[in-house]
């Protein structure tokens, strides 16, 4: 079986961490980029503007 190349990560507003809405991305899983945490700036229809996101951990799934 291939190793995967990128793994999912969520990114939530830097602003507000508890906030309902988040994005999913997908991330490399090797190499330099890999260890650097994401953040890009996206549309947030909570608040209606644009706003910084950063990259935190996917909740745990229940079975």
């Known amino acids: 079986m291939a190793k995967k190349t ?3 990560v969520r990114l939530v507003p830097e602003a ?3 906030s309902s809405f988040f994005y999913y991305v997908k991330k490399p899983a090797g190499g330099e ?3 650097v945490k994401l ?3 996206k549309y947030n229809p909570a608040t ?3 706003e ?3 990259e935190k951990k996917l909740p745990p799934h229940s079975k």
């Open 6 to 8: 990128h793994v999912k």
């Open 16 to 18: 507000k961490p508890d």
């Open 33 to 35: 980029k890999a260890k």
């Open 39 to 41: 953040s890009a700036k």
């Open 48 to 50: 209606r503007k644009h």
């Open 52 to 54: 910084n996101f950063v």
